[in-house]
């Protein structure tokens, strides 16, 4: 529940703080969306969940293959020495194979457009020379 690891939930209970069980905010989403499970699958939101149903149908018909969920690539750039580095990663909700290509695909809201997803989508379409679809 806290940081500093000598903290229990019990410890935390006799000071009056609520856990999850008792307040509905505590591990609430900051975007206010709601978990979603759709064919068995668990999305972090209502609206990832309908673009999955739409990547489905669409894999369904044949238009797209290889479809896959919560793919993560490392963000990698040279160092001054240049030796690669690792600078973080961006985990795309979903990627497929359209008409041979690689597509990458978002589920975004205007409120999960951050500058720090903007920052990682700028890196992430710069090393791998892909675009991300947002949709």
Known sequence: MSGYPG??????????????????????NKY???KTTVDGLVFDS???AKVWQELRAEA??????????????????????GLPVIVGRYTAD????????IEVIDAKSRATKTEAY??????????????????
């Not at 018909?61 to 750039?77: N, Y």
């Open 118 to 135: 903007q920052l990682r989508k700028r890196l992430f379409e710069a090393v791998y020379g892909l675009t991300i679809h947002e949709r």
């Open 60 to 81: 369904l018909a044949g238009l797209i293959d290889e479809l896959q969920r919560q793919r993560a690539f490392p963000l990698i750039v040279k160092a001054k020495d």
């Open 94 to 101: 979903f990627v497929c194979r359209r008409d041979g290509r």
């Open 32 to 34: 206010h969306a709601r």
């Open 46 to 48: 209502t609206h990832e």
């Open 7 to 28: 903290w229990r939930e019990a410890n935390l209970a006799k000071i009056g703080v609520p856990t999850v069980g008792e307040n509905p905010l505590v591990g609430a």
